[in-house]
């Protein structure tokens, strides 16, 4: 009968993480307590939380109360930020040595199924050593000291746009992350329940292979980071980059776009890793949005597991020009076009009358006021036509009327 001891991170003045309404030290114990009322539905199970209020308890102490549970794993639960708030997803830390880091390890790899199936990014499982060389985080260090399995499971980002969802609904979904994290432990553990009609009796687990010394953190930067512009829509401004990225030591997870040479960049994207989680694509190829009416230099930036990166080369594309903007200025060349013309026919007309009100002007044609004179004297020479035909034609009808 597996023996569970479940420690809400932070507590007491430590306050934890803290980002708009939430406050760390107020929602693990949310996830905690439900993390455990959702165990305790499976048979042959015993859950203890580290504490039940908001108190002061130092890290050595929740290792101990869980060594004097004889806990078969604690488990520390967290919420993540990071400092320039640019990172987002999921990740669990584990001890660095021996059967403990196997047995973390193991586990891991089923919580983090479980958080990515409800969509949160993967960031990995993960060792941290300090200027010591014994584990970072002090939960991990003294449970290696006490030889509890342990895991510190860091559910997402609070300061995260794309993780905002995992916490979006409050209390109800701090729940949900407890759940998932109590499937995570009874699939681990191949617990049955009743009551929910489960059996994990048999549920695959990993045999992670216990390490000879040290399970390492990759130090190092990507080894590799190129790209290559395939095709430019000029119309669009949108341009399909190839880009390759490895890294050795651990795998690819973020990669951004800078189009200034490198002076800013886009928000951390998403890597492809199409197999597993911890093997990254060689390539991919995607598209990406130019500005336009500016010089555009690409570059790119590949992060590994740790978050640390590597820079691209640089491709000069030059400016590309706004085909909007081109629009509205040949519209307005012909609107001012279409004014001139407007204005100079206002003109020549004014000037017309002008030059047959106006003795002093008329004095003085222009070239379009003899036109117009001349069109007048036709005009004058027709009327004295049918003036004359007129007359000749009363005559005639007089003539007749005196034979009559």
């Known amino acids: 009968m597996p023996i569970i001891v479940i420690d809400p991170g932070h507590g007491g003045e430590n306050r934890g993480g803290e980002y708009g309404e939430f406050v760390e030290k107020e929602i693990n114990p949310i996830v905690a307590q439900a993390m455990k009322e959702h165990l305790e539905k499976f048979e042959d199970v015993t859950v203890f939380l580290t504490h039940e209020v908001d108190m002061d308890m130092t890290i050595k102490d929740r290792v101990a109360y869980a060594k004097e549970k004889n806990a078969d794993f604690l488990y520390c639960l967290h919420f993540n930020l990071s400092v320039n708030h640019n990172l987002y997803g999921a990740e669990v830390w584990v001890p ?18 479980e958080l990515t199936d409800m969509g949160l990014f993967s960031r990995g499982i993960k060792t941290r050593l300090n200027d010591r060389g014994t584990d970072y985080y002090g939960i991990l260090r003294y449970a290696a000291e006490m030889d509890v399995p342990c895991a510190l499971i860091e559910h997402c980002h609070l300061d995260h746009a794309k993780d905002a969802f995992a916490v979006a609904n409050g209390e109800e979904s701090l729940k949900a992350l407890g759940i998932r994290d109590a499937e995570a432990v009874a699939k681990y553990f191949g617990l049955k329940s009743v009551e929910l009609g489960i059996d994990y009796s048999g549920y695959p687990v990993s045999q992670i292979p216990v390490p000879a010394d040290i ?8 080894e590799v980071n190129e790209i290559e512009l395939t095709s430019m829509d000029q119309e669009t401004g949108m341009a399909t980059i190839r880009m390759t990225a490895s890294d050795n030591d651990s795998y690819i997870q973020y990669y951004a776009v800078s189009t200034d040479g490198g002076n ?3 928000e951390l994207l998403e890597w492809p890793r199409p197999d597993q989680w911890d093997i990254s694509a060689p390539e991919y190829t995607f598209t990406f949005q130019l500005p336009f009416d500016t010089a555009v230099e690409l570059r790119t930036m590949a992060y590994n597991e740790y978050d640390k990166f590597t820079e691209s080369n640089t491709i000069g594309v030059g ?22 013309k407007q204005q100079t026919y206002t003109e020549v007309t004014a000037e017309a ?18 036109g117009i004179m ?31």
Not at 319 to 340: F, G, S, V, Y
Not at 355 to 363: C, F, L, R, Y
């Open 215 to 222: 399970a390492r953190p990759d130090e190092t930067e990507p």
């Open 374 to 404: 001349v069109s007048i004297a036709g005009i004058v020479l027709l009327m004295l036509i049918l003036l004359m035909v007129l007359v000749r034609n009363l005559r005639g009808l007089l003539r007749y009327k005196k034979r009559k």
């Open 319 to 340: 400016t590309i020009e706004d085909p909007e903007r081109l629009r509205q200025e040949m519209q307005q060349q012909k609107a001012e076009e279409l004014l001139e």
């Open 264 to 266: 800013t960049y886009s």
């Open 353 to 370: 009358f002008v030059s047959h009100t106006d003795p002093v002007s008329a004095a003085k044609p222009t070239g379009y006021s003899i």
């Open 96 to 113: 660095s040595r021996g059967e403990l880091y196997s047995k973390g390890f193991a586990f891991a790899e089923i919580e983090m199924q």
